[in-house]
C-alpha cells in the first residue's frame, strides 16, 4: 500500500499560454492515478491534487518545468484517501475570484509572517487580525480576536472590508486557508493606500503544520475547513468531525443530518430554502445512482479511493 498525500500549492506569475499548459496536464493526468483540481489563469495558478508521494513529486517537477519556474511552497497532508472525486485542470480568469478587475497582486501582497511568528501578531492588542475567509468556514474555527468581515464569497470582501472602518495607519494582520485569499487581499490593501499590512504565510494549514511539529500552543480554536472531501481538519491535522451537504458544500454537523430539512446529497438545513426545485431533483438524480452503484459494489465517479 503506497502512502498517501494531499498538495496544495499556488503561485501569482504571469501564464501568457495557459491554453497550452492545460491541453499538457490533461495529457499527463490521463493515465495517473491523481485526483484534485488545478486552476490556471493569466495571473497564476492555484492546485489541490492528492496521491502517492512518488507520483505528486514527479507531477510538481512537471509542472514547474511548463510554467518555467524553480520554486512552489507546498503544503503537505498526510490522508488515508484520496478525498476528491476526480481530476480536473480547469482555465479562469483569476485563480481566486475579487471580482474588482485585474491587478497585480505579486506587486502589492503585504507582508509574510511566519507561522513561528503569528502568535505574538493575534495578542498585539494594537493589531487588527481580519480572517479573510467566509462565513460558513469562520464559524467552525478561528483564531482568538480575530475581525468576521460576515462574507458569503470573497468576491464580497472589498465592500465587506469598508464596514470595518479600518484606518490607512492601522496594523492589519489576515489569514486565510492556505494563504491565497489573504495574499489577494493584502494586495487590493495595500493598492488602495493601507501602509501596514501583513498576512501569514501559508495560512491556516501552515500554521497547523508547524504547531503540530514544534510542539508549541496553538491558538487555533475548532477546526479549519478544507475545501476537499476531508471537509475539515483538527489542530493534529486529521480529519475533523464535520460532514459536508453535497447540495452547497457547507460544513454540517450530526444533528443538522437530523433535521427534516435535511436529504443525504440534495440539500441541508442552511441550503433547503436557497436551492431551487431543479438544483434539488438533479442532486436527488446523482444520489440515487451513486446509492444503486454502491449497493451493487460497482464503480462511480463519487467512490472514494482509500488504497493504491
Not at 504565510?201 to 475545501?227: A, D, R
Request: net charge positive; charged share 35%.
Amino acid at each position: 500500500m503506497k502512502k498517501l498525500t494531499i498538495y496544495s500549492f499556488y503561485r501569482f506569475l504571469e501564464i501568457s499560454n495557459k491554453k497550452q499548459i492545460k491541453k499538457k496536464l490533461d495529457s499527463y493526468f490521463k493515465f495517473k492515478v491523481i485526483r484534485g483540481t488545478i486552476l490556471l489563469a493569466d495571473e497564476g495558478i492555484n492546485a489541490s491534487i492528492s496521491g502517492d508521494n512518488e507520483t505528486l513529486e514527479k507531477t510538481v517537477k512537471f509542472i514547474k518545468r511548463e510554467l518555467k519556474i524553480r520554486k512552489l511552497d507546498i503544503k503537505k497532508n498526510n490522508t488515508n484517501f484520496l478525498p476528491f472525486n476526480k481530476m480536473k485542470v480547469r482555465l479562469k480568469k483569476e485563480i481566486v475570484s475579487l471580482g474588482v478587475g485585474n491587478f497585480k497582486s505579486k506587486n502589492f501582497h503585504g507582508k509574510y509572517i511566519h507561522p513561528s511568528g503569528w502568535n505574538d501578531i493575534i495578542f498585539d492588542k494594537n493589531t487588527k487580525v481580519i480572517d479573510v475567509r467566509n462565513m460558513y468556514e469562520i464559524n467552525i474555527g478561528k483564531f482568538q480576536n480575530s475581525i468576521n468581515p460576515s462574507t458569503n464569497t470573497f468576491r464580497e470582501f472589498p465592500k465587506k472590508i469598508n464596514n470595518l472602518k479600518l484606518s490607512k495607519k492601522d496594523k492589519i494582520a489576515m489569514y486565510c486557508t492556505g494563504g491565497i485569499r489573504c495574499e489577494k487581499a493584502s494586495a487590493f490593501l495595500k493598492m488602495k493606500g493601507y501602509e501596514n499590512v501583513v498576512q501569514l504565510k501559508g495560512g491556516i494549514i501552515k500554521y497547523l503544520e508547524y504547531i503540530y511539529k514544534e510542539k508549541e500552543t496553538s491558538n487555533w480554536q475548532g477546526e479549519c475547513f478544507v475545501f476537499d472531501d476531508r471537509v475539515s481538519i483538527n489542530n493534529n491535522l486529521d480529519k475533523g468531525k464535520y460532514l459536508q451537504c453535497y447540495g452547497c458544500r457547507r460544513p454540517i454537523t450530526k444533528k443538522d443530518t437530523r433535521s427534516i430539512l435535511y436529504k443525504k446529497g440534495v440539500s441541508c438545513p442552511y441550503c433547503y430554502k436557497e436551492r431551487t426545485h431543479e438544483q434539488k431533483k438533479r442532486s436527488l438524480i446523482r444520489q440515487k445512482q451513486i446509492d444503486i452503484a454502491e449497493r451493487k459494489e460497482e464503480s462511480h465517479p463519487f467512490k472514494r479511493l482509500e488504497t493504491l
